[in-house]
């Protein structure tokens, strides 16, 4: 492959990772609305066990989605290496995102996991979704 190949082929999963990543921003509301439906509702434990089931789904979606794009990330920055590697003149483009991502080709393809800011964006709202399905709310006096 040549470079424009490589850079087409990640602009791809790029597209691809946004039209996922706005499925995951869809389920996210959806999944807000059903939690302050459930609590105006007082849903039973059984409704409330599904809710959290759905939440869990949502996140793990989420994770999964963050991880599609590292990897791309990492995939286009060990593609641009191996080719630099084999001899073949890259361009400064080329070479800022070997810079950027820091995979080289000496370390292989990338694995499948996601960053540490998306774990902790995760952890935070599948918090705020145990939260406000299963916590009390404080007494309104």
């Excluded at 602009?11 to 959806?30: K, R, S």
């Excluded at 059984?46 to 999964?64: D, E």
């Excluded at 991880?67 to 590697?85: G, P, R, T």
């Amino acid at each position: 492959m040549n470079e424009f190949e490589i850079s087409q082929l990640a602009q791809l999963n790029f597209i691809n990772n946004a039209i996922y990543l706005l499925c995951v921003i869809v389920m996210t509301i959806l999944a807000f609305y059903l939690i302050r439906r459930s609590r105006e509702l007082n849903a039973p434990t059984y409704g409330k066990a599904v809710l959290t089931i759905f939440c869990t789904c949502i996140i793990f979606f989420g994770l999964q989605v963050s991880s599609f794009l590292v990897q791309a990330q990492k995939n286009m920055s060990y593609q641009f290496s191996e080719l630099k590697q084999s001899g073949t003149e890259i361009s400064s483009t080329a070479e800022a995102i070997i810079s950027q991502f820091g995979h080289s080709f000496e370390m292989g393809p990338a694995p499948f996991n996601p960053d540490l800011p998306s774990i902790i964006i995760w952890a935070t709202i599948g918090f705020m979704f145990i939260g406000g399905i299963w916590f009390k709310y404080p007494d309104q006096k």
